[in-house]
């Protein structure tokens, strides 16, 4: 079993939890890190994108010139791609990017993204993330003193303190325990969790099947 210290707002250590290897300590796997964060940011895409076709764009349908006679081409629309302000030819239409991922590798991907802040130090876990109040410089200056100004807070959906408390820091996000993701994790150079968080993490990543997708030879 790894070992995790467990600090308060103030910085100071309150004390040790021990992890599951199984999630905070598995082989590190980049290729599926990279796998997972594609697939993300392409479901995040709008695919709103759309050009005009010749059949769509505004322009006379009149034919430019008689077919014979005059020395050119024999162009029967302007409204065709070589001319301009005509319609494009095979242009960007409306679409969805987003494309499939098995739950075992976004599952793999999410242990090995924990198992890299865990080795590396850069995961936190705060004894208790509630707030007595909403205001960002409270939670500004302990980020401060943790030695995270810039980081991912994770806790339960329900802190309405602390998700308003992070709203105007430009550096910091907060992140529902529900929601958390290898996407998420990696954009921020800190994780800080709650305990409470941090063992419902490990009670759904510890729930799924551990092994590893098979590697294709």
Same mark, same amino acid.
């Given at each position: ?9 103030? /910085? ?39 050009? +005009? ?25 302007? =409204? ?40 590396? /130090? ?7 993330? +509630? ?5 960002? #410089? ?11 100004? #810039? ?8 802190? #309405? ?25 990696? =954009? ?30």
């Amino acid at each position: 079993m790894a070992k995790l210290i467990v600090k308060d707002l103030t /910085g100071a250590q309150v004390g040790e939890i021990d992890v599951a290897d199984a999630v905070f300590a598995v082989p590190v796997r980049e290729h599926l890190l990279w796998e997972v964060v594609r697939y993300q940011r392409a479901a995040r895409r709008a695919g709103t994108h759309s050009t +005009q076709t010749r059949a769509e764009v505004s322009i006379t349908g009149k034919k430019l010139h008689k077919q014979k006679g005059t020395g050119g081409a024999r162009h029967g629309s302007r =409204r065709a791609n070589i001319f301009r302000g005509g319609g494009q030819v095979f242009g960007p239409k409306p679409r969805n990017y987003a494309f499939h991922v098995n739950k075992k590798v976004m599952a793999s991907a999410l242990r090995t993204a924990l198992t890299l802040r865990a080795k590396d /130090g850069d995961l936190v876990v705060i004894r208790d993330l +509630q707030l007595s109040a909403i205001k960002t #410089k409270t939670i500004a200056q302990a980020l401060t003193t943790l030695g995270a100004p #810039k980081a991912l807070l994770v806790d339960a959906g329900d802190n #309405k303190n602390l998700r308003l408390s992070t709203r105007n820091l430009t550096s910091a996000s907060f992140l529902d325990v529900r929601g958390l993701n290898v996407y998420d994790i990696l =954009r921020f150079p800190k994780l800080l969790i709650s305990e409470t968080s941090l063992r419902a993490v490990e009670a759904r990543l510890s729930g799924a099947k551990s092994d590893a997708p098979k590697e294709v030879a």
